[in-house]
């Protein structure tokens, strides 16, 4: 998983509304430790989040942050080899993050319970 991904793929707004956006991902591992940040736009729309995890076993536990909206909070969840399945919760929000990694492709999908509904993202390495 470590290093740099990009790709794109479609985010959905509150009002129902789907844009097509271009990311890009960074991860950095250092044995049960990753960091990450994911930038994502669109022509209207944008978000930079940045997580920092450690796994023990297969639970995984750490912090977020969204910098453009300046919310954080926490995220605890399941994982390894890749493969991830988190809450990512703040006050007043939640989103189920999945992230699964194949050789050199990467699908995100997030769902939320706010104004950013959604996202659906596929990388490449």
Same mark, same amino acid.
């Given at each position: ?76 969840? %399941? #994982? ?7 809450? &990512? ?5 939640? $989103? @189920? +993050? =999945? !992230?699964?990694? %194949? #050789? ?7 769902? &939320? ?5 959604? $996202? @659906? +993202? =596929? !990388?490449?390495?």
């Amino acid at each position: 998983m470590a290093g740099t991904w990009n790709g794109g793929g479609s985010v959905t707004l509150d009002d129902g509304s789907s844009e097509r956006i271009r990311c890009r991902a960074t991860y950095h591992v250092a044995g049960p430790r990753m960091s990450m940040s994911l930038t994502c736009a669109s022509d209207a729309y944008k978000f930079n989040l940045a997580a920092d995890v450690q796994s023990d076993g297969n639970a995984v536990s750490g912090s977020w942050s969204e910098s453009s909206r300046n919310v954080s909070g926490s995220i605890e969840g %399941r #994982g390894g080899g890749g493969n991830f399945q988190v809450l &990512a919760s703040a006050p007043g929000f939640n $989103a @189920n +993050i =999945s !992230l699964q990694t %194949r #050789g050199n492709k990467q699908s995100v999908t997030i769902r &939320a319970d706010s104004q950013f509904r959604g $996202a @659906n +993202i =596929s !990388l490449t390495k």
